[in-house]
């Protein structure tokens, strides 16, 4: 194994990007199901929270990787 493999399945190893994917989720399927509008309002929160997500990883934690 070289050094490049191991820095990269090191990275992966304190990779916790999935724990805000989840929170993302949940936080959007709740607020969907609560508006009292219908079930499919919880799968567009859902949809919507993973989106917020994906956007906050990528613009507001971008520099996290230099630290």
């Keep these: 194994m070289n ?4 820095q990269q399945e090191n990275e992966e190893a304190k990779s916790f990007d999935f724990v805000y994917y ?3 989720l949940a936080t959007g ?3 969907g ?3 009292d509008v219908g079930m499919i309002w919880a799968l567009v929160g859902g949809v919507l929270g993973l989106l917020s997500t994906a956007l906050f990883l990528k ?4 520099g996290r990787q230099e630290i």
């Design 22 to 24: 989840i929170i993302g």
């Design 59 to 62: 613009i507001f934690v971008k």
């Design 3 to 6: 050094k490049h493999e191991q």
């Design 29 to 31: 399927v709740f607020t």
């Design 33 to 35: 199901a609560i508006l």
